[in-house]
Nanobody, 123 residues
Protein backbone atom coordinates (compact mmCIF):
# COMPACT_ATOMS: atom_id res chain seq x y z
CA UNK A 1 0.00 0.00 0.00
CA UNK A 2 1.01 3.60 -0.62
CA UNK A 3 0.60 6.33 1.96
CA UNK A 4 -0.35 9.69 0.44
CA UNK A 5 -0.48 13.02 2.28
CA UNK A 6 -1.70 16.20 0.55
CA UNK A 7 -0.98 19.79 1.51
CA UNK A 8 -1.18 23.29 0.04
CA UNK A 9 -4.92 23.85 -0.16
CA UNK A 10 -6.55 27.08 0.92
CA UNK A 11 -8.78 29.99 -0.06
CA UNK A 12 -7.90 32.37 -2.88
CA UNK A 13 -9.61 34.94 -5.06
CA UNK A 14 -10.41 34.23 -8.70
CA UNK A 15 -7.31 34.63 -10.84
CA UNK A 16 -4.99 33.60 -8.03
CA UNK A 17 -2.64 30.63 -7.75
CA UNK A 18 -2.01 27.68 -5.46
CA UNK A 19 0.45 24.79 -5.46
CA UNK A 20 -0.64 21.47 -4.03
CA UNK A 21 1.85 18.88 -2.82
CA UNK A 22 1.52 15.16 -2.18
CA UNK A 23 4.12 13.00 -0.46
CA UNK A 24 4.05 9.32 -1.45
CA UNK A 25 5.52 6.47 0.58
CA UNK A 26 6.80 4.48 -1.21
CA UNK A 27 7.19 6.10 -4.61
CA UNK A 28 5.03 4.98 -7.57
CA UNK A 29 5.38 5.53 -11.31
CA UNK A 30 1.86 6.75 -12.11
CA UNK A 31 0.08 9.33 -10.01
CA UNK A 32 -2.74 11.81 -10.45
CA UNK A 33 -4.87 14.55 -8.95
CA UNK A 34 -8.63 14.23 -8.66
CA UNK A 35 -11.22 16.63 -7.28
CA UNK A 36 -14.76 16.46 -5.98
CA UNK A 37 -17.19 19.32 -5.43
CA UNK A 38 -20.21 18.94 -3.10
CA UNK A 39 -22.99 16.96 -4.75
CA UNK A 40 -20.84 16.00 -7.74
CA UNK A 41 -18.84 12.94 -8.75
CA UNK A 42 -15.09 12.82 -8.34
CA UNK A 43 -13.27 13.75 -11.56
CA UNK A 44 -9.73 13.39 -12.83
CA UNK A 45 -7.79 16.65 -13.10
CA UNK A 46 -4.23 15.74 -14.10
CA UNK A 47 -2.12 12.58 -14.36
CA UNK A 48 1.58 11.84 -14.81
CA UNK A 49 3.28 8.64 -15.97
CA UNK A 50 6.66 6.99 -15.33
CA UNK A 51 8.38 8.63 -18.32
CA UNK A 52 7.02 12.15 -17.85
CA UNK A 53 3.86 11.82 -19.93
CA UNK A 54 0.94 13.92 -18.70
CA UNK A 55 -2.79 14.13 -19.24
CA UNK A 56 -5.15 16.95 -18.26
CA UNK A 57 -8.87 17.48 -18.08
CA UNK A 58 -10.00 19.94 -20.76
CA UNK A 59 -11.26 22.33 -18.10
CA UNK A 60 -7.75 22.89 -16.66
CA UNK A 61 -5.50 22.73 -19.74
CA UNK A 62 -3.25 25.75 -19.94
CA UNK A 63 -3.88 26.65 -16.30
CA UNK A 64 -2.72 23.63 -14.24
CA UNK A 65 0.62 21.81 -14.39
CA UNK A 66 1.36 18.43 -12.82
CA UNK A 67 4.94 17.50 -11.96
CA UNK A 68 6.87 15.03 -9.83
CA UNK A 69 10.10 15.15 -7.85
CA UNK A 70 11.24 11.53 -7.70
CA UNK A 71 14.09 12.27 -5.30
CA UNK A 72 11.61 13.60 -2.74
CA UNK A 73 8.74 11.23 -3.60
CA UNK A 74 6.55 14.29 -4.02
CA UNK A 75 3.80 15.09 -6.54
CA UNK A 76 2.82 18.68 -7.30
CA UNK A 77 -0.09 20.47 -8.91
CA UNK A 78 0.55 24.09 -9.84
CA UNK A 79 -2.80 25.84 -10.30
CA UNK A 80 -2.87 29.25 -11.99
CA UNK A 81 -5.72 31.51 -13.10
CA UNK A 82 -8.05 29.82 -10.65
CA UNK A 83 -11.80 30.05 -11.20
CA UNK A 84 -14.72 29.60 -8.77
CA UNK A 85 -15.54 26.40 -10.69
CA UNK A 86 -12.23 24.95 -9.43
CA UNK A 87 -13.55 24.93 -5.86
CA UNK A 88 -13.42 21.33 -4.61
CA UNK A 89 -11.68 18.84 -2.38
CA UNK A 90 -8.52 17.78 -4.20
CA UNK A 91 -7.17 14.24 -3.80
CA UNK A 92 -3.81 12.73 -4.61
CA UNK A 93 -3.95 9.19 -6.04
CA UNK A 94 -1.43 6.51 -7.01
CA UNK A 95 -1.47 3.26 -8.96
CA UNK A 96 0.10 0.32 -7.15
CA UNK A 97 2.31 -0.77 -10.06
CA UNK A 98 5.88 0.49 -10.23
CA UNK A 99 6.83 1.68 -13.72
CA UNK A 100 4.33 -0.36 -15.74
CA UNK A 101 1.19 1.72 -15.33
CA UNK A 102 -1.15 4.14 -17.11
CA UNK A 103 -1.25 7.91 -17.52
CA UNK A 104 -4.97 7.92 -16.92
CA UNK A 105 -7.72 10.10 -15.44
CA UNK A 106 -10.12 7.24 -14.73
CA UNK A 107 -10.66 6.42 -11.06
CA UNK A 108 -10.50 2.63 -11.40
CA UNK A 109 -6.79 2.75 -12.27
CA UNK A 110 -5.91 4.08 -8.83
CA UNK A 111 -5.71 2.00 -5.67
CA UNK A 112 -4.27 4.46 -3.14
CA UNK A 113 -5.81 7.77 -2.13
CA UNK A 114 -4.95 10.63 0.19
CA UNK A 115 -7.39 12.27 2.58
CA UNK A 116 -7.75 15.40 0.45
CA UNK A 117 -7.03 19.11 0.73
CA UNK A 118 -9.69 21.80 0.26
CA UNK A 119 -9.37 24.46 -2.44
CA UNK A 120 -11.83 27.35 -2.37
CA UNK A 121 -11.87 30.06 -5.05
CA UNK A 122 -14.00 33.13 -4.43
CA UNK A 123 -15.29 35.52 -7.08
Amino acid sequence: QVQLVESGGGSVQAGGSLRLSCTASPNRGCMAWFRQAPGKEREGVAAIGPYGSTRYADSVKGRFTISKDNAKNTLYLQMNSLKPEDTAMYYCAAQNAIGDCYTDLREYRYASWGQGTQVTVSS
